[in-house]
Protein backbone atom coordinates (compact mmCIF):
# COMPACT_ATOMS: atom_id res chain seq x y z
CA UNK A 1 0.00 0.00 0.00
CA UNK A 2 1.40 3.41 -1.18
CA UNK A 3 0.50 5.24 2.05
CA UNK A 4 1.30 9.06 0.81
CA UNK A 5 -1.16 7.96 -2.14
CA UNK A 6 -3.56 6.98 0.00
CA UNK A 7 -3.73 9.66 2.09
CA UNK A 8 -3.41 12.17 -0.46
CA UNK A 9 -6.28 10.96 -2.64
CA UNK A 10 -7.96 11.01 0.62
CA UNK A 11 -7.85 14.76 1.08
CA UNK A 12 -8.49 15.48 -2.52
CA UNK A 13 -11.58 13.68 -2.34
CA UNK A 14 -12.93 15.14 0.94
CA UNK A 15 -11.83 18.16 -0.90
CA UNK A 16 -13.90 18.13 -3.93
CA UNK A 17 -16.67 17.19 -1.99
CA UNK A 18 -16.80 20.06 0.46
CA UNK A 19 -16.37 22.17 -2.25
CA UNK A 20 -19.19 20.54 -4.90
CA UNK A 21 -16.77 20.06 -7.51
CA UNK A 22 -18.00 17.01 -10.08
CA UNK A 23 -15.12 15.73 -12.65
CA UNK A 24 -17.49 14.43 -14.44
CA UNK A 25 -19.33 17.22 -15.94
CA UNK A 26 -18.25 20.57 -17.50
CA UNK A 27 -16.22 22.54 -17.20
CA UNK A 28 -13.60 19.31 -16.21
CA UNK A 29 -15.67 17.06 -19.09
CA UNK A 30 -16.88 18.61 -22.21
CA UNK A 31 -18.19 17.03 -25.59
CA UNK A 32 -17.13 13.95 -23.99
CA UNK A 33 -13.30 14.15 -23.68
CA UNK A 34 -11.94 16.31 -20.67
CA UNK A 35 -10.87 19.47 -20.57
CA UNK A 36 -7.76 19.79 -20.03
CA UNK A 37 -6.92 23.40 -19.37
CA UNK A 38 -9.55 23.51 -16.67
CA UNK A 39 -8.31 20.59 -14.75
CA UNK A 40 -4.71 21.65 -14.74
CA UNK A 41 -6.02 25.12 -13.06
CA UNK A 42 -8.16 23.19 -10.43
CA UNK A 43 -4.68 21.05 -9.61
CA UNK A 44 -2.66 24.48 -8.87
CA UNK A 45 -5.73 25.58 -6.44
CA UNK A 46 -5.68 22.18 -4.92
CA UNK A 47 -2.07 22.57 -4.89
CA UNK A 48 -1.60 25.72 -2.99
CA UNK A 49 -4.56 25.02 -0.35
CA UNK A 50 -3.75 20.85 0.50
CA UNK A 51 0.58 21.70 0.20
CA UNK A 52 0.23 18.26 -2.52
CA UNK A 53 2.41 18.76 -5.59
CA UNK A 54 0.42 19.86 -8.45
CA UNK A 55 1.65 16.80 -11.18
CA UNK A 56 0.53 14.20 -8.57
CA UNK A 57 -2.57 15.93 -7.61
CA UNK A 58 -3.11 16.18 -11.49
CA UNK A 59 -2.91 12.36 -12.01
CA UNK A 60 -5.24 11.78 -8.90
CA UNK A 61 -7.77 14.39 -10.50
CA UNK A 62 -7.03 12.28 -14.04
CA UNK A 63 -7.90 8.87 -12.36
CA UNK A 64 -11.08 9.79 -10.10
CA UNK A 65 -12.53 11.55 -13.32
CA UNK A 66 -11.89 8.17 -15.19
CA UNK A 67 -13.37 6.32 -11.96
CA UNK A 68 -16.68 9.06 -12.00
CA UNK A 69 -16.43 8.08 -15.70
CA UNK A 70 -16.77 4.62 -15.60
CA UNK A 71 -19.11 4.16 -12.79
CA UNK A 72 -21.31 6.41 -15.00
CA UNK A 73 -21.48 4.08 -17.65
CA UNK A 74 -22.21 1.03 -15.89
CA UNK A 75 -25.22 2.78 -14.20
CA UNK A 76 -26.18 3.41 -18.04
CA UNK A 77 -25.53 -0.48 -18.84
CA UNK A 78 -27.42 -1.65 -16.00
CA UNK A 79 -30.86 0.68 -16.93
CA UNK A 80 -30.40 -0.77 -19.99
CA UNK A 81 -29.63 -4.24 -20.00
CA UNK A 82 -29.88 -5.16 -16.43
CA UNK A 83 -26.08 -6.15 -16.35
CA UNK A 84 -24.45 -5.13 -13.49
CA UNK A 85 -20.66 -4.46 -12.80
CA UNK A 86 -18.90 -5.80 -9.74
CA UNK A 87 -15.14 -4.02 -9.14
CA UNK A 88 -12.80 -6.69 -7.73
CA UNK A 89 -9.50 -6.25 -5.54
CA UNK A 90 -7.48 -9.03 -4.45
CA UNK A 91 -6.38 -8.92 -0.74
CA UNK A 92 -3.05 -11.07 0.26
CA UNK A 93 -2.21 -11.59 -3.31
CA UNK A 94 -1.33 -9.63 -5.95
CA UNK A 95 -3.40 -6.69 -5.28
CA UNK A 96 -5.00 -6.21 -8.43
CA UNK A 97 -8.37 -4.94 -9.59
CA UNK A 98 -10.50 -5.72 -12.18
CA UNK A 99 -14.40 -5.64 -13.72
CA UNK A 100 -16.86 -8.22 -13.88
CA UNK A 101 -19.87 -8.04 -15.86
CA UNK A 102 -23.01 -10.23 -14.38
CA UNK A 103 -26.78 -10.35 -13.51
CA UNK A 104 -27.40 -10.14 -10.53
CA UNK A 105 -29.73 -13.48 -10.79
CA UNK A 106 -26.72 -15.25 -11.05
CA UNK A 107 -25.31 -16.81 -7.66
CA UNK A 108 -22.68 -15.89 -5.44
CA UNK A 109 -21.00 -19.25 -6.90
CA UNK A 110 -20.93 -18.19 -10.27
CA UNK A 111 -19.50 -14.96 -9.64
CA UNK A 112 -16.66 -16.89 -7.59
CA UNK A 113 -16.04 -18.87 -10.62
CA UNK A 114 -16.08 -16.11 -12.60
CA UNK A 115 -13.23 -14.47 -10.13
CA UNK A 116 -10.76 -17.47 -10.16
CA UNK A 117 -11.32 -17.78 -14.13
CA UNK A 118 -11.01 -14.44 -15.11
CA UNK A 119 -8.20 -13.37 -12.23
CA UNK A 120 -6.60 -17.15 -11.49
CA UNK A 121 -7.56 -16.37 -7.88
CA UNK A 122 -9.57 -19.04 -5.09
CA UNK A 123 -11.78 -15.92 -3.59
CA UNK A 124 -14.27 -14.98 -0.85
CA UNK A 125 -15.78 -11.49 -0.47
CA UNK A 126 -15.68 -8.85 2.39
CA UNK A 127 -18.49 -7.07 4.49
CA UNK A 128 -20.34 -10.31 3.87
CA UNK A 129 -20.11 -13.92 3.15
CA UNK A 130 -21.38 -14.57 -0.11
CA UNK A 131 -23.75 -17.70 0.02
CA UNK A 132 -22.73 -19.85 -3.10
CA UNK A 133 -26.56 -20.92 -3.58
CA UNK A 134 -28.01 -17.50 -3.29
CA UNK A 135 -28.36 -14.94 -5.84
CA UNK A 136 -26.11 -12.13 -5.66
CA UNK A 137 -29.18 -9.69 -5.31
CA UNK A 138 -30.72 -11.62 -2.77
CA UNK A 139 -27.58 -11.14 -1.17
CA UNK A 140 -27.83 -7.51 -1.42
CA UNK A 141 -25.38 -7.09 -4.12
CA UNK A 142 -25.68 -4.16 -6.39
CA UNK A 143 -24.39 -2.90 -9.53
CA UNK A 144 -20.76 -1.18 -8.97
CA UNK A 145 -20.32 -2.94 -5.57
CA UNK A 146 -17.02 -4.05 -4.79
CA UNK A 147 -15.89 -7.13 -4.24
CA UNK A 148 -13.35 -8.48 -1.63
CA UNK A 149 -11.43 -11.40 -2.67
CA UNK A 150 -8.91 -12.54 0.25
CA UNK A 151 -5.96 -15.09 -1.28
CA UNK A 152 -2.87 -16.33 -0.43
CA UNK A 153 -0.98 -16.38 -3.60
CA UNK A 154 -1.44 -17.52 -7.14
CA UNK A 155 1.40 -20.09 -6.31
CA UNK A 156 0.02 -24.02 -6.17
CA UNK A 157 1.15 -24.66 -3.20
CA UNK A 158 -0.42 -21.69 -1.24
CA UNK A 159 -3.75 -22.54 -3.85
CA UNK A 160 -3.89 -25.70 -2.07
CA UNK A 161 -3.14 -24.18 1.44
CA UNK A 162 -6.15 -21.43 0.56
CA UNK A 163 -8.47 -24.88 -0.10
CA UNK A 164 -7.41 -26.19 3.12
CA UNK A 165 -8.34 -22.96 4.89
CA UNK A 166 -12.20 -23.25 3.43
CA UNK A 167 -12.13 -26.69 3.92
CA UNK A 168 -11.14 -26.07 7.58
CA UNK A 169 -13.83 -23.30 8.04
CA UNK A 170 -16.46 -26.14 6.39
CA UNK A 171 -15.82 -28.45 9.23
CA UNK A 172 -15.73 -25.92 12.28
CA UNK A 173 -18.99 -24.12 11.02
CA UNK A 174 -20.56 -27.99 10.46
CA UNK A 175 -19.11 -29.07 14.44
CA UNK A 176 -20.09 -25.87 15.56
CA UNK A 177 -23.61 -26.54 13.80
CA UNK A 178 -23.65 -30.11 15.95
CA UNK A 179 -22.86 -29.05 19.06
CA UNK A 180 -25.78 -26.16 19.06
CA UNK A 181 -27.61 -28.37 18.01
CA UNK A 182 -28.59 -30.30 21.57
CA UNK A 183 -31.95 -28.81 22.76
CA UNK A 184 -31.12 -30.24 26.08
CA UNK A 185 -31.57 -26.55 28.15
CA UNK A 186 -28.01 -28.54 30.12
CA UNK A 187 -26.14 -29.02 27.41
CA UNK A 188 -25.35 -25.61 26.41
CA UNK A 189 -25.45 -22.49 28.53
CA UNK A 190 -25.05 -18.75 27.51
CA UNK A 191 -24.61 -16.38 30.36
CA UNK A 192 -24.03 -12.36 30.73
CA UNK A 193 -20.67 -10.68 32.11
CA UNK A 194 -22.59 -11.21 35.42
CA UNK A 195 -22.27 -14.84 34.76
CA UNK A 196 -26.48 -15.04 35.01
CA UNK A 197 -27.92 -17.72 32.75
CA UNK A 198 -29.93 -16.11 29.35
CA UNK A 199 -33.28 -17.61 29.06
CA UNK A 200 -33.06 -17.87 25.13
CA UNK A 201 -35.07 -19.64 22.48
CA UNK A 202 -33.62 -22.46 20.94
CA UNK A 203 -32.43 -20.96 17.34
CA UNK A 204 -31.79 -17.89 18.99
CA UNK A 205 -29.26 -19.87 21.17
CA UNK A 206 -27.65 -21.98 18.60
CA UNK A 207 -26.66 -19.05 16.58
CA UNK A 208 -25.40 -17.65 19.28
CA UNK A 209 -23.48 -20.27 20.23
CA UNK A 210 -22.17 -21.33 16.44
CA UNK A 211 -21.05 -17.34 16.22
CA UNK A 212 -18.84 -17.82 19.50
CA UNK A 213 -17.34 -20.75 18.62
CA UNK A 214 -16.17 -19.32 15.20
CA UNK A 215 -15.23 -16.12 17.10
CA UNK A 216 -12.71 -18.22 19.20
CA UNK A 217 -11.35 -20.12 16.23
CA UNK A 218 -10.61 -17.07 14.23
CA UNK A 219 -9.23 -15.56 17.56
CA UNK A 220 -6.91 -18.91 17.64
CA UNK A 221 -6.07 -18.47 13.60
CA UNK A 222 -5.39 -14.78 14.21
CA UNK A 223 -2.52 -16.03 17.04
CA UNK A 224 -0.91 -17.87 14.47
CA UNK A 225 -0.76 -15.33 11.86
CA UNK A 226 -3.52 -16.96 9.59
CA UNK A 227 -4.88 -13.47 8.85
CA UNK A 228 -7.07 -14.88 5.99
CA UNK A 229 -8.64 -17.94 7.57
CA UNK A 230 -9.12 -15.76 10.83
CA UNK A 231 -10.92 -12.93 8.71
CA UNK A 232 -13.56 -15.68 6.79
CA UNK A 233 -14.12 -17.09 10.47
CA UNK A 234 -15.22 -13.85 12.05
CA UNK A 235 -16.99 -13.20 8.73
CA UNK A 236 -18.97 -16.24 9.24
CA UNK A 237 -19.46 -15.20 13.08
CA UNK A 238 -20.88 -12.07 12.28
CA UNK A 239 -23.04 -13.76 9.70
CA UNK A 240 -24.78 -15.35 12.90
CA UNK A 241 -24.51 -12.96 15.41
CA UNK A 242 -26.74 -10.80 12.94
CA UNK A 243 -29.58 -13.97 13.36
CA UNK A 244 -29.61 -12.66 16.98
CA UNK A 245 -31.71 -10.05 18.71
CA UNK A 246 -30.18 -6.42 18.89
CA UNK A 247 -30.92 -6.59 22.70
CA UNK A 248 -29.92 -10.08 23.41
CA UNK A 249 -26.05 -8.45 21.41
CA UNK A 250 -26.19 -5.66 24.05
CA UNK A 251 -26.45 -8.10 26.57
CA UNK A 252 -22.62 -9.31 25.70
CA UNK A 253 -19.84 -7.52 24.24
CA UNK A 254 -18.84 -10.69 21.98
CA UNK A 255 -20.17 -8.64 18.56
CA UNK A 256 -18.28 -5.46 19.53
CA UNK A 257 -15.15 -7.02 19.84
CA UNK A 258 -16.25 -9.22 16.56
CA UNK A 259 -16.28 -5.94 15.09
CA UNK A 260 -12.93 -4.98 16.24
CA UNK A 261 -11.17 -7.92 15.31
CA UNK A 262 -12.82 -7.59 11.65
CA UNK A 263 -11.71 -3.52 11.11
CA UNK A 264 -7.81 -5.12 12.48
CA UNK A 265 -7.89 -8.14 10.18
CA UNK A 266 -8.69 -5.24 7.40
CA UNK A 267 -5.40 -3.58 8.53
CA UNK A 268 -2.93 -6.31 8.66
CA UNK A 269 -4.29 -7.30 5.07
CA UNK A 270 -3.45 -4.06 3.58
CA UNK A 271 -7.20 -3.06 2.31
CA UNK A 272 -7.85 0.77 2.17
CA UNK A 273 -10.96 -0.36 -0.05
CA UNK A 274 -12.83 -1.89 2.85
CA UNK A 275 -12.18 1.31 5.21
CA UNK A 276 -16.34 2.24 4.66
CA UNK A 277 -17.34 -1.49 6.35
CA UNK A 278 -14.41 -0.61 9.13
CA UNK A 279 -16.21 2.91 9.75
CA UNK A 280 -19.17 1.43 10.73
CA UNK A 281 -17.63 -1.58 12.65
CA UNK A 282 -15.43 0.64 14.79
CA UNK A 283 -18.51 2.83 15.87
CA UNK A 284 -20.70 0.22 16.43
CA UNK A 285 -17.89 -1.13 18.75
CA UNK A 286 -16.97 2.22 20.18
CA UNK A 287 -20.72 2.65 21.24
CA UNK A 288 -21.16 -0.84 22.61
CA UNK A 289 -18.07 -0.86 24.36
CA UNK A 290 -19.03 2.24 26.19
CA UNK A 291 -22.25 1.11 27.05
CA UNK A 292 -20.99 -2.18 28.73
CA UNK A 293 -18.10 -1.23 30.14
CA UNK A 294 -19.26 2.32 31.12
CA UNK A 295 -17.96 5.83 29.76
CA UNK A 296 -14.58 5.71 32.17
CA UNK A 297 -14.89 1.21 32.45
CA UNK A 298 -16.90 1.98 36.08
CA UNK A 299 -19.40 -1.23 35.02
CA UNK A 300 -16.27 -3.15 34.46
CA UNK A 301 -14.13 -1.78 37.50
CA UNK A 302 -17.41 -3.22 39.87
CA UNK A 303 -17.65 -6.46 38.02
CA UNK A 304 -13.64 -7.26 37.35
CA UNK A 305 -12.14 -5.17 40.07
CA UNK A 306 -9.60 -3.92 37.24
CA UNK A 307 -9.85 -2.78 33.80
CA UNK A 308 -6.11 -2.75 32.72
CA UNK A 309 -6.24 -5.68 30.37
CA UNK A 310 -9.57 -4.30 28.62
CA UNK A 311 -7.29 -1.25 28.04
CA UNK A 312 -5.93 -3.09 25.35
CA UNK A 313 -9.20 -2.77 23.23
CA UNK A 314 -9.92 0.61 23.79
CA UNK A 315 -6.14 1.58 22.40
CA UNK A 316 -6.75 -1.02 19.38
CA UNK A 317 -10.25 0.76 18.88
CA UNK A 318 -8.15 4.37 19.21
CA UNK A 319 -5.35 2.80 16.35
CA UNK A 320 -8.10 1.90 14.24
CA UNK A 321 -10.03 4.79 14.07
CA UNK A 322 -6.73 6.91 13.64
CA UNK A 323 -5.82 4.81 10.83
CA UNK A 324 -9.33 5.39 9.33
CA UNK A 325 -8.97 8.72 9.49
CA UNK A 326 -5.98 9.10 7.62
CA UNK A 327 -7.40 6.54 4.59
CA UNK A 328 -10.54 9.57 5.03
CA UNK A 329 -7.96 12.28 4.78
CA UNK A 330 -9.19 13.64 8.16
CA UNK A 331 -5.52 14.79 8.97
CA UNK A 332 -6.30 16.82 12.32
CA UNK A 333 -8.32 13.98 13.49
CA UNK A 334 -6.36 11.08 12.76
CA UNK A 335 -3.15 13.43 14.91
CA UNK A 336 -5.75 12.81 17.89
CA UNK A 337 -6.79 9.56 17.62
CA UNK A 338 -3.31 8.24 16.81
CA UNK A 339 -1.95 10.28 19.70
CA UNK A 340 -4.42 9.43 22.22
CA UNK A 341 -3.30 5.65 20.98
CA UNK A 342 0.69 6.47 21.81
CA UNK A 343 -0.51 7.39 25.46
CA UNK A 344 -2.01 4.28 25.72
CA UNK A 345 0.51 2.19 24.67
CA UNK A 346 2.84 3.64 27.03
CA UNK A 347 0.46 3.29 30.38
CA UNK A 348 0.21 -0.49 29.21
CA UNK A 349 3.61 -1.47 28.72
CA UNK A 350 5.30 -3.72 31.20
CA UNK A 351 8.50 -3.59 33.16
CA UNK A 352 10.70 -6.81 31.28
CA UNK A 353 12.57 -7.50 34.86
CA UNK A 354 8.68 -7.76 36.51
CA UNK A 355 7.55 -10.12 33.94
CA UNK A 356 10.81 -11.90 34.20
CA UNK A 357 10.21 -12.26 38.16
CA UNK A 358 6.65 -13.64 37.41
CA UNK A 359 8.09 -16.42 34.92
CA UNK A 360 10.52 -16.83 36.92
CA UNK A 361 8.10 -17.94 39.86
CA UNK A 362 6.36 -20.20 37.17
CA UNK A 363 4.08 -17.97 35.64
CA UNK A 364 3.47 -18.03 32.01
CA UNK A 365 4.38 -15.48 29.77
CA UNK A 366 0.44 -14.52 29.55
CA UNK A 367 -0.67 -14.77 32.86
CA UNK A 368 2.39 -13.13 33.99
CA UNK A 369 1.42 -10.00 31.50
CA UNK A 370 -2.14 -10.45 32.24
CA UNK A 371 -1.13 -9.90 35.53
CA UNK A 372 0.83 -6.64 35.56
CA UNK A 373 -1.42 -5.16 33.03
CA UNK A 374 -4.38 -5.61 35.23
CA UNK A 375 -2.30 -4.13 38.46
CA UNK A 376 -0.73 -1.62 36.92
CA UNK A 377 2.50 -2.52 36.83
CA UNK A 378 2.91 -3.36 40.55
CA UNK A 379 4.27 -6.58 40.99
CA UNK A 380 3.53 -7.39 44.60
CA UNK A 381 -0.06 -6.34 43.89
CA UNK A 382 0.49 -8.53 40.45
CA UNK A 383 1.29 -11.98 42.70
CA UNK A 384 -1.45 -11.75 44.75
CA UNK A 385 -3.93 -11.58 41.78
CA UNK A 386 -2.35 -14.46 39.45
CA UNK A 387 -2.33 -16.52 43.26
CA UNK A 388 -6.32 -15.55 43.22
CA UNK A 389 -7.27 -16.38 39.49
CA UNK A 390 -5.49 -19.89 39.85
CA UNK A 391 -7.77 -20.37 42.75
CA UNK A 392 -10.91 -18.99 41.35
CA UNK A 393 -9.52 -21.14 38.13
CA UNK A 394 -9.29 -23.86 39.97
CA UNK A 395 -12.72 -23.60 41.59
CA UNK A 396 -14.06 -23.17 38.45
CA UNK A 397 -12.59 -26.22 36.75
CA UNK A 398 -13.89 -28.13 39.62
CA UNK A 399 -17.51 -26.76 39.12
CA UNK A 400 -17.22 -27.48 35.55
CA UNK A 401 -16.15 -31.15 36.11
CA UNK A 402 -19.02 -31.89 38.79
CA UNK A 403 -21.35 -30.71 36.00
CA UNK A 404 -20.17 -32.88 33.76
CA UNK A 405 -20.19 -35.70 36.11
CA UNK A 406 -23.68 -34.70 36.82
CA UNK A 407 -23.96 -34.97 33.28
CA UNK A 408 -23.19 -38.39 32.46
CA UNK A 409 -24.78 -39.61 35.41
CA UNK A 410 -28.01 -38.04 33.90
CA UNK A 411 -27.76 -39.68 30.50
CA UNK A 412 -26.97 -42.45 31.76
CA UNK A 413 -30.17 -42.61 33.74
CA UNK A 414 -32.18 -41.72 31.07
CA UNK A 415 -35.16 -39.39 30.95
CA UNK A 416 -38.73 -39.63 32.49
CA UNK A 417 -42.05 -39.98 30.63
CA UNK A 418 -42.11 -36.80 29.96
CA UNK A 419 -38.79 -36.11 28.53
CA UNK A 420 -37.27 -34.98 31.25
CA UNK A 421 -34.04 -35.55 32.70
CA UNK A 422 -33.86 -37.84 36.34
CA UNK A 423 -33.47 -35.36 38.67
CA UNK A 424 -30.36 -36.37 40.53
CA UNK A 425 -31.05 -34.60 43.79
CA UNK A 426 -34.09 -36.49 44.46
CA UNK A 427 -32.69 -39.71 43.33
CA UNK A 428 -29.32 -39.08 45.80
CA UNK A 429 -32.28 -38.07 48.24
CA UNK A 430 -33.90 -41.58 48.05
CA UNK A 431 -30.94 -43.51 47.75
CA UNK A 432 -29.92 -42.35 51.16
CA UNK A 433 -33.11 -43.28 52.55
CA UNK A 434 -31.91 -47.05 51.69
CA UNK A 435 -33.55 -47.91 48.24
CA UNK A 436 -31.59 -49.52 45.80
CA UNK A 437 -30.19 -46.89 43.37
CA UNK A 438 -31.48 -48.26 40.00
CA UNK A 439 -34.75 -49.02 41.45
CA UNK A 440 -35.02 -45.54 42.16
CA UNK A 441 -33.89 -44.23 39.38
CA UNK A 442 -37.03 -46.20 37.26
CA UNK A 443 -39.28 -45.09 39.94
CA UNK A 444 -38.47 -41.53 39.02
CA UNK A 445 -38.45 -41.95 35.25
CA UNK A 446 -42.15 -43.61 35.94
CA UNK A 447 -43.55 -41.40 37.66
CA UNK A 448 -42.06 -37.73 35.96
CA UNK A 449 -40.10 -37.04 38.81
CA UNK A 450 -42.85 -37.08 41.29
CA UNK A 451 -40.71 -37.83 44.92
CA UNK A 452 -43.79 -39.54 46.60
CA UNK A 453 -45.23 -41.13 43.94
CA UNK A 454 -41.61 -42.50 43.63
CA UNK A 455 -41.59 -43.22 47.40
CA UNK A 456 -44.92 -45.03 46.95
CA UNK A 457 -43.48 -46.69 44.06
CA UNK A 458 -40.56 -48.35 45.97
CA UNK A 459 -42.64 -49.59 48.85
CA UNK A 460 -45.06 -51.35 46.68
CA UNK A 461 -42.71 -52.88 44.66
CA UNK A 462 -40.50 -53.83 47.53
CA UNK A 463 -43.58 -55.35 49.26
CA UNK A 464 -44.79 -57.38 46.63
CA UNK A 465 -41.35 -58.79 45.27
CA UNK A 466 -39.65 -59.37 48.50
CA UNK A 467 -36.23 -59.37 49.88
CA UNK A 468 -34.51 -61.51 47.28
CA UNK A 469 -36.03 -59.89 44.01
CA UNK A 470 -35.00 -56.67 45.43
CA UNK A 471 -31.97 -57.53 45.22
CA UNK A 472 -32.22 -58.26 41.50
CA UNK A 473 -30.92 -54.94 39.78
CA UNK A 474 -32.40 -52.80 36.93
CA UNK A 475 -29.89 -52.08 34.14
CA UNK A 476 -29.98 -49.45 31.55
CA UNK A 477 -30.26 -49.55 27.92
CA UNK A 478 -26.66 -48.76 27.45
CA UNK A 479 -25.80 -52.09 29.36
CA UNK A 480 -27.92 -53.70 27.55
CA UNK A 481 -26.28 -53.03 23.87
CA UNK A 482 -23.16 -53.43 25.08
CA UNK A 483 -23.58 -57.32 25.75
CA UNK A 484 -25.77 -57.72 22.96
CA UNK A 485 -23.00 -55.96 20.77
CA UNK A 486 -20.63 -58.87 21.71
CA UNK A 487 -22.88 -61.58 20.34
CA UNK A 488 -25.31 -62.81 23.20
CA UNK A 489 -29.13 -62.83 22.96
CA UNK A 490 -31.26 -60.00 24.23
CA UNK A 491 -32.88 -62.76 26.97
CA UNK A 492 -29.79 -63.93 27.93
CA UNK A 493 -28.26 -60.06 27.79
CA UNK A 494 -31.29 -59.27 30.30
CA UNK A 495 -30.94 -61.99 32.56
CA UNK A 496 -27.77 -61.67 33.35
CA UNK A 497 -27.24 -57.97 33.64
CA UNK A 498 -31.09 -58.30 36.39
CA UNK A 499 -28.92 -60.72 38.18
CA UNK A 500 -26.06 -58.50 38.41
CA UNK A 501 -27.21 -55.69 39.05
CA UNK A 502 -26.72 -54.08 35.80
CA UNK A 503 -22.51 -54.85 36.20
CA UNK A 504 -21.51 -55.25 32.18
CA UNK A 505 -17.91 -57.06 33.00
CA UNK A 506 -19.93 -59.36 35.62
CA UNK A 507 -22.71 -60.44 33.21
CA UNK A 508 -20.33 -61.06 30.18
CA UNK A 509 -18.02 -63.39 32.51
CA UNK A 510 -20.75 -65.66 33.12
CA UNK A 511 -22.25 -65.70 29.86
CA UNK A 512 -18.85 -66.40 28.42
CA UNK A 513 -18.17 -69.49 30.84
CA UNK A 514 -21.83 -71.00 29.72
CA UNK A 515 -21.21 -70.91 26.19
CA UNK A 516 -22.02 -74.00 24.17
CA UNK A 517 -24.99 -75.06 26.54
CA UNK A 518 -28.39 -76.11 25.20
CA UNK A 519 -29.57 -73.96 26.53
CA UNK A 520 -27.16 -71.00 26.26
CA UNK A 521 -28.41 -70.58 22.33
CA UNK A 522 -29.69 -67.44 20.41
CA UNK A 523 -33.15 -66.49 21.70
CA UNK A 524 -35.03 -63.77 19.13
CA UNK A 525 -36.04 -60.61 21.09
CA UNK A 526 -39.09 -58.92 20.50
CA UNK A 527 -39.16 -56.02 18.01
CA UNK A 528 -39.40 -53.46 20.87
CA UNK A 529 -36.01 -54.43 22.32
CA UNK A 530 -34.36 -54.12 18.66
CA UNK A 531 -35.63 -50.60 18.66
CA UNK A 532 -34.69 -50.12 21.90
CA UNK A 533 -31.01 -51.54 20.98
CA UNK A 534 -30.76 -49.40 17.70
CA UNK A 535 -31.40 -46.35 19.47
CA UNK A 536 -29.07 -46.95 21.79
CA UNK A 537 -26.78 -47.77 19.17
CA UNK A 538 -27.49 -44.35 17.15
CA UNK A 539 -26.92 -42.43 20.44
CA UNK A 540 -23.47 -44.08 20.82
CA UNK A 541 -22.64 -42.89 17.36
CA UNK A 542 -24.04 -39.44 17.67
CA UNK A 543 -22.31 -38.95 21.06
CA UNK A 544 -18.81 -39.61 19.03
CA UNK A 545 -19.43 -37.52 16.84
CA UNK A 546 -20.13 -34.80 19.41
CA UNK A 547 -16.87 -35.73 21.09
CA UNK A 548 -15.06 -35.82 18.31
CA UNK A 549 -16.57 -32.29 17.07
CA UNK A 550 -15.52 -30.70 20.31
CA UNK A 551 -12.55 -32.09 20.20
CA UNK A 552 -11.26 -30.10 16.64
CA UNK A 553 -13.12 -27.42 17.83
CA UNK A 554 -11.24 -27.44 21.53
CA UNK A 555 -7.97 -27.14 19.70
CA UNK A 556 -5.92 -24.43 19.49
CA UNK A 557 -8.88 -22.29 21.68
CA UNK A 558 -7.22 -20.79 25.05
CA UNK A 559 -8.81 -21.71 28.40
CA UNK A 560 -8.60 -18.64 29.76
CA UNK A 561 -11.05 -15.97 29.05
CA UNK A 562 -8.49 -13.27 28.61
CA UNK A 563 -6.61 -14.82 26.45
CA UNK A 564 -7.85 -12.34 23.71
CA UNK A 565 -6.33 -9.47 25.91
CA UNK A 566 -3.16 -10.65 25.78
CA UNK A 567 -0.37 -8.82 22.76
CA UNK A 568 2.91 -7.85 23.62
CA UNK A 569 1.81 -4.44 21.40
CA UNK A 570 4.39 -5.17 18.85
CA UNK A 571 2.27 -4.83 15.78
CA UNK A 572 0.41 -2.38 17.45
CA UNK A 573 3.42 -0.19 18.02
CA UNK A 574 4.41 -0.45 14.63
CA UNK A 575 1.34 0.58 12.89
CA UNK A 576 1.75 3.78 15.55
CA UNK A 577 5.14 4.51 14.41
CA UNK A 578 4.36 4.15 10.72
CA UNK A 579 1.48 6.29 10.76
CA UNK A 580 2.94 8.93 13.12
CA UNK A 581 5.68 9.06 10.69
CA UNK A 582 3.71 9.72 7.78
CA UNK A 583 1.57 12.38 9.18
CA UNK A 584 4.67 14.33 10.38
CA UNK A 585 6.09 13.88 7.28
Not at 41 to 57: H, R, T, V
Not at 261 to 275: K, M, S
Not at 407 to 423: F, S
Not at 542 to 559: G, M, N, S, V
Request: aromatic letters at 6%; a negative charge.
Amino acid sequence: MDFNKEHYLARIRQKLQEDGVKLWISPYFVDNKTNVENLQELAMNLSDMLAIPCNAILVMLTTLQSHALEKLASRNQFQQTGMATLRTKIVGGSGAQNKIVISLNESGESLKRRIISEMNHPSTTSGLILDDSKSLQAQKVTNNSQILAIVLSCDPASQKMEERIFQEVEMIKADADLLASQEDENYLRIADQLGNIIALPFEEKKSLAVAMALHEKGRSALKRNQVSLALTLFHEADSKFNACRSELLRAVDNAALLNLDIAWCYLLLGNAADIPDAVVRLNQCEQSLYKTYGAQMERLLTLKGSTGNEAVLFLRLHLLQGVVAFHQGKTLESIKLLNQAKEEIQKLTINDGDLTQLIGLGFTLSDARLSLRACRGDLNAACVYLQRREAEREERLKKEEEEEERDRERRKLGKTANNQWVNLGYLNTIVQMGFERSRAAEGLKQTNNDINRTLEFLQNDFDSFGTDDASRGYFSEESLAQVISMGFSVEKAKEMLEKHNGDVERAVEELASNLGRPDDQPVAGTSRDFEKVEATRKRKEETKKEKAAYKRLAKDIPRTEEDHLDTGLELESEYLHKYLSFLTS
